[in-house]
């Protein structure tokens, strides 16, 4: 069984999933079970996006370009949350940081597998 979770991309998007997780906890019950979903739905897609990557060397480059796909729809989530004054500025900060770590790390992944 392929090593997954010693990959600092991993750890950065498991970071990120656990913070997401907990702020989805405290929307209002207008957006947590619309956009809430939407943006843990997403998270889950990025990290398991990473960890078939790096289980499957056939099918690499594309779990790793729909991961980097994931990881811009989770942002466009995010800042809509920001937008909607869900997510303060120092929150919404607050996790752009790692995912802008993850992000770094799929580009390049993907210009190394290229």
């Known amino acids: 069984m392929v090593n997954y979770d010693g990959l600092p991309v991993y ?3 498991y970071d990120v999933l656990l913070q997401i997780f907990e702020l989805v906890k405290k929307f209002e019950r207008e ?3 619309s956009l809430g979903e939407s943006i843990k739905n997403e998270c889950i897609q990025l990290i398991t996006c990473i ?3 790096n289980s499957s060397q056939e099918k690499r480059k594309e779990y790793i370009k729909n991961g980097r ?3 811009e729809v ?3 989530y995010l800042r809509l949350a920001k937008d909607l004054k869900i997510l ?3 929150t919404f900060i607050k996790i752009q940081i790692p995912l802008e770590s993850t992000s770094k790390q799929l580009l390049a992944w993907e210009k ?3």
């Open 11 to 13: 750890k950065s998007s």
């Open 74 to 76: 989770l942002r466009l």
């Open 88 to 90: 303060t500025l120092e």
């Open 51 to 53: 960890y078939r990557a």
């Open 69 to 71: 796909e994931s990881l």
């Open 31 to 33: 957006y947590k079970f």
């Open 112 to 114: 190394f597998v290229s």
